[in-house]
T-cell receptor, first 113, second 114 residues
């Protein structure tokens, strides 16, 4: 069964607006990662947050983690048309190796110019 | 440039045919992975390998086979036993020293059935 579930499934915004995507998971994790995928391409790692961290920033990205609610959010500020892509969360559960990194179904983000 | 190269970009399989997808990396990573992605879905793990000459089944290994004879290479064979092979296949690699390591992905192979 899939560990992470993102919502919304699809999100359409105007350039300059902020985009927020959420990820929920079921069992205790070691870390949670966010990846981006352009259509027909491979995934690119964006940011990793450990289970003992609550917030992390990288450029226009802000990730939060609430282990009590088993959820994470990815915020993209001042979005650009080039941010149009699918975004996936992936969770590594406790005791697992990287082979046990479980991906959600993704949020498809469309940023209109 | 360091990275992961998957080939071919597009592949067509006839009924009863085995096909092999190539994955090569020059990142000096010990671990390599194969994922399957169906439209609108997340990634599902097929096989992974953390060291040469060793590999483990993932969640959906049936109908697939792999080998890891060299650190740089991790080819995936889709056998005739895989009855629904049409999907986007992604290869990835990582180091194994830490559980905080990220995956590096290739650009994928789209497999379709003729």
């Amino acid at each position: 069964s899939q560990q992470g579930e993102e919502d919304p499934q699809a999100l359409s915004i105007q350039e300059g607006e902020n985009a927020t995507m959420n990820c929920s998971y079921k069992t205790s994790i070691n870390n949670l990662q966010w990846y981006r995928q352009n259509s027909g391409r491979g995934l690119v790692h964006l940011i990793l947050i450990r289970s003992n961290e609550r917030e992390k920033h990288s450029g226009r990205l802000r990730v939060t983690l609430d282990t009590s609610k088993k959820s994470s959010s990815l915020l993209i500020t001042a979005s650009r048309a080039a941010d149009t892509a699918s975004y996936f969360c992936a969770t590594l559960h406790l005791g697992g190796s990287q082979g046990n990194l479980i991906f959600g179904k993704g949020t498809k983000l469309s940023v209109k110019p | 440039d360091g990275g992961i190269t998957q080939s071919p970009k597009y592949l067509f399989r006839k009924e009863g045919q085995n096909v092999t997808l190539s994955c090569e990396q020059n990142l000096n990573h010990d671990a390599m992975y194969w994922y399957r992605q169906d439209p609108g879905q997340g990634l599902r793990l097929i096989y992974y390998s953390q060291i040469v000459n060793d590999f483990q089944k993932g969640d959906i290994a049936e109908g697939y086979s792999v080998s890891r004879e060299k650190k740089e290479s991790f080819p995936l064979t889709v056998t005739s036993a895989q009855k629904n092979p049409t999907a986007f296949y992604l290869c990835a690699s990582s180091i194994v020293d830490s559980r905080d390591e990220k995956l590096f992905f290739g650009s994928g192979t789209q497999l379709s059935v003729l």
